[in-house]
């Protein structure tokens, strides 16, 4: 069993029967915004590459997914070359403004906010770094003019657009996180845009047709740059022009990872999400989790058990690389997997899950770091993929962290601020805490799974923190127990911390749930039901049949998007 049975168990005519789902011959995209999809789609079959398609995507998000991303969002890109065979990772995260320092988030008094308070300050914003990886990923590897693939997105802001449910729900949940020039164009006139409404949004447009017309260097150097300093010094925040002027995204090479004969490819530190699921893989391994039906209480134990560790050894050791010296060798070295998958025990839950040592299996000095348990992230992000008739694969994650970011839209110009830096842990002394020029540790799992050295796979979802959980159960269900990519999405997920605040999606057995709860589980902490319209992720994955090339694509549900394949090329 193996790749070429995961991909027979794909059934082109059920995907295509299905409004998240469908197959292509050509190329296929995927986002959690049907609009979105279009716009990618339509990009590869004028003969546009997954990274053009990518670009167009996003580009359009910043239009029906402001609250998610857009203009002032970071993110991760995993890109394969397949005329090189090379593998990159484009590094957009946004950064923290040189005035940060560690006391960033302890006020006046010596006291901390809370996270809710601390996401609507205005020095919670990072300077954005998605515009710069679009700009980077246009110039090394784009095929059509930026013309082209900013052209839907002005469409969508400038016409009116019709409110879906995920505009309903998020609004009507987080409208007081809003500033006033936010809520002119999410809540109107006092009233809370409904499904079905129409909106336009011409300041966004204008802020786009500039983009189109100067580049995206103009959120850096021109005009935008300008409104989103004064915007941001006028409340209180730290970004300077010189800030924005100094953002440069980066190329690096990936975080490998891999489960059985698969090899998989990750954004590296100061991602944190990338190193979760890779280290998990190695851990679950020996487990050979099919012996235990898909729905059994063994299975969900033992990835809950293995994703309190990894965790831990997350939230103990890993921050940007530039500021702290991380044991990234010792971490995913055989033995110390071994060590730590030794903790998880079928009949019982571990009483505690702190950082292990992995000092012990690398070269370098300990530093003394204090394990921080508890983190907060924001809720939201948005994950949206691609792939083209040449094997080329694009995979983007992106963010402006919290539903609607930090509140605050810039007048004149459409689109909301992140609130990033409260990905850092706001105590001073811990390896990840604010600094000046620092990247905050992200969930943002964007990935690509090969087989034979061949692209075969890739995925990604929103989530914060249960970003991990979600890329994790998905790669399982299918790399593990081979299901067709619809039901792989579709089979309920779990989520668990280190200090064990646990989230499980509601369709999960319940005598499931009573056994978790004997062993321990429900503790003093969390234990919380996830709705079947708050699901954990929305992820958006392809498979790719590595000897015919047909993609098979599939969305999650809590949001409107679509996968779209593409079976027609352009006459030449």
């Not at 969002?73 to 593998?87: I, M, Q, R």
């Not at 019709?162 to 164009?185: C, H, P, Q, S, Y």
Request: aromatic share 8%; with cysteine; hydrophobic share 35%.
């Amino acid at each position: 069993m193996g790749a070429k049975d995961i991909i027979r168990n794909q059934k082109a005519e059920k995907l295509e029967a299905h409004e998240h789902t469908d197959s292509g011959k050509y190329g296929m995209a995927a986002s959690a915004i049907k609009e979105a999809t279009d716009a990618g789609r339509l990009i590869l079959e004028e003969g546009g590459n997954a990274i053009d398609a990518v670009i167009a995507i996003q580009l359009a998000l910043a239009a029906v997914e402001g609250m998610n991303t857009g203009i002032g969002a970071g993110g991760f890109l995993v890109y394969y070359d397949s005329e090189k065979d090379e593998t990159k990772v484009l590094h957009g995260h946004s950064s923290a403004p040189a005035a940060v320092t560690p006391d960033l988030f302890i006020d006046e008094a010596g006291e901390m906010p809370s996270f809710d308070e601390r996401s609507i300050d205005a020095r919670s914003v990072g300077v954005p770094g998605i515009m710069r990886t679009l700009e980077l990923a246009h110039e090394r590897y784009g095929s059509m003019p930026l013309e082209r693939l900013i052209e839907p997105a002005i469409q969508l802001a400038e016409n009116e657009y019709r409110v879906n449910f995920l505009w309903e729900r998020t609004i009507g949940l987080f409208k007081d996180r809003m500033g006033e020039e936010a809520k002119k164009i999410f809540v109107p006139n006092g009233v809370p845009l409904k499904e079905g409404d129409t909106v336009r949004q011409p300041d966004l447009a204008k802020s786009l047709k500039i983009i189109r017309d100067e580049g995206f260097k103009a959120v850096y150097e021109g005009e935008i740059a300008d409104a989103i300093v004064k915007t941001v010094q006028e409340r209180g925040g730290l970004m300077t022009k010189e800030d924005l002027q100094n953002y440069k995204a980066d190329i690096y090479e990936p975080l490998w990872g891999s489960y059985k004969e698969y090899d998989l490819a990750f954004p590296a530190p100061p991602n944190g999400g990338g190193f979760a699921v890779a280290q998990m893989l190695k851990m679950l391994e020996p487990f050979e989790l099919s012996q235990y039906p898909p729905h059994s209480w063994e299975k969900y134990h033992i990835i809950a058990e293995a994703m309190r560790l990894a965790l831990a050894d997350r939230h103990t050791y890993i921050a940007d690389p530039k500021f702290v010296d991380i044991p990234l060798d010792g971490l995913l070295n055989p033995d110390y997997i071994k060590e730590r998958g030794k903790l998880i025990q079928l009949d019982r839950r571990m009483e505690e899950a702190h950082g292990g040592n992995p000092w012990k299996y690398q070269e370098g000095e300990p530093v003394d770091q204090p394990f921080v348990n508890a983190r907060q992230e924001g809720y939201e992000t948005t994950h949206f993929t691609a792939v083209d008739r040449w094997g080329n694969v694009a995979a983007c994650t992106s963010s402006i962290e919290r539903i609607f970011g930090s509140g605050i839209m810039v007048p004149g110009y459409g689109f909301i601020l992140n609130n990033d830096l409260t990905d850092f842990s706001p105590e001073p002394g811990t390896v990840n805490q604010p600094a000046s020029g620092k990247f905050a540790v992200s969930s943002k799992t964007p990935t690509i799974v090969f087989h034979d050295g061949k692209p075969f796979f890739t995925l990604g979802s929103p989530g914060a923190e249960t970003i991990v959980a979600s890329v994790l159960q998905v790669l399982l269900n299918v790399l593990e127990y081979e299901m067709d990519l619809e039901d792989a999405i579709k089979e309920r997920r779990i989520y668990n911390t280190p200090d064990l605040s646990i989230e499980w999606q509601d369709g999960i057995d319940e005598k499931v749930m009573e056994k978790l709860k004997e062993l321990g589980y429900h503790s003093d902490q969390s234990f919380k039901k996830v709705t079947a319209d708050d699901r954990l992720g929305d992820v958006q994955a392809i498979l790719i049949d590595p000897e015919t090339g047909r993609t098979y694509g599939a969305a999650d549900e809590p949001r409107p998007g679509e996968a779209e394949g593409v079976d027609d090329l352009p006459e030449e």
